[in-house]
């Protein structure tokens, strides 16, 4: 596309002529899920994406461009490379220049999606405001980047190792509409609910691709969270999560780990101690949150 995106032809296409596309980061494919499934699990999002009439656009920065819309072949390198770095907004610039490779956070990935013009994007939980931010200031440039680029995000609240109400109340301040797409609970990623009630339901799809429209045209703000569980029969108890957190953030911390290193470290350490069965529910929810996206993203191009 230019002298620093590679704009993948599919995704170039759909986009020139108005059909759906769902961007997707790739953090999760490097730092989440190990080898195979984290493969098997990035190639049956983009499935699932296109199952529900979208085309998938997985971001990344491969040899030291942004890639909007990663071949399987990037996508199988990032997942059997562990020492891909992980990137947010602040490291694109750097990363591009030194001409490497790096997994997209939500945030960098927002940041590809927007320059390309894509207006949807799936994850299964959002960065946030982690425990103990108002002491450490941890909180995921995320947020930020949903104050800056006009698209719908779908996801199952914040990763289970955040604070769901500090995150609830920053999303307020920073006036970005949460909506929980037939729930009423933000969800908490592994579990069905973080016990911190959602701002607004809406149950049908047409009124929220309408309210989504609406945001934008009104030029008031710019992202907007669309909440949705992950499928009770997957889910995990959320006490029992939350406890392991702390448990797991305690000896992190004493031991040194902070910044970019806390999320993957405490998911990696949660997803040890409960034997895999995080694994399988982060499966679980990375399909259903990319399947709703992709609905999402026919509903919004209907209405433009
Ligand atoms: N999945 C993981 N580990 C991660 C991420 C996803 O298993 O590190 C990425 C996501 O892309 C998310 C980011 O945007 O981590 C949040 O990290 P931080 O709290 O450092 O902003
Ligand atoms: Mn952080």
């Known amino acids: 596309m230019n002298e ?15 059909r759906p596309v769902v961007a997707l980061e790739s953090s999760g494919v490097v730092q989440g899920l190990s080898y195979p499934l984290n493969l098997q699990t990035a190639l049956d999002m983009e499935k699932a994406i296109r199952a529900g009439g979208a085309v998938p656009a997985r971001t990344g920065i491969v040899d030291g461009r942004l890639v909007v ?3 399987e072949a990037q996508v199988e390198l990032f997942a059997t490379t562990p020492t891909v770095p992980k990137i947010s907004t602040r490291d694109i610039g750097p990363a591009l220049a030194g001409g490497g ?24 939980g959002i960065g946030g405001v982690h425990f103990g931010a108002e002491r450490s200031l941890d909180i995921s440039a995320d947020l930020l980047e949903f104050t800056r680029h006009q698209i719908a995000v779908v996801c199952a609240g914040a990763k289970s190792l955040l604070d769901p109400a500090l995150t609830m109340e920053y999303l307020e301040t920073v006036g970005v509409p949460v909506v929980g797409y037939r729930c009423d609970d933000f969800p908490a990623y592994y579990s069905v609910s973080s016990s911190v009630p959602n701002p607004r339901r809406i149950d049908d799809l047409e009124e929220l691709a309408e309210a989504i429209r609406l945001h934008w045209a ?18 995990l108890p959320s006490e029992e999560i939350y406890a392991l957190v702390r448990e797991v953030q305690t000896e992190a911390e004493a031991a040194g780990v902070h910044g970019p290193a806390m999320t993957p470290y405490i998911l990696s350490r949660v997803s040890a101690v409960t034997s895999g069965r995080t694994a399988a529910a982060n499966r679980s929810v990375l399909l259903s949150t990319s399947a709703l996206a992709a609905e999402v993203a026919v509903a919004i191009g209907e209405r433009s």
């Open 69 to 71: 819309g990663m071949s």
């Open 218 to 235: 009104i030029g008031g703000g710019a992202g907007f969270l669309v909440t949705h569980p992950i499928d009770e029969t997957d889910a």
């Open 101 to 124: 490779h790096g997994g997209t956070t939500v945030s960098a990935a927002l940041v590809a999606a927007a320059r390309v013009g894509i207006k949807v994007f799936a994850v299964a």
């Open 4 to 18: 620093y995106v590679s704009l993948a032809e599919e995704v170039a296409d759909a986009l020139a002529s108005d």
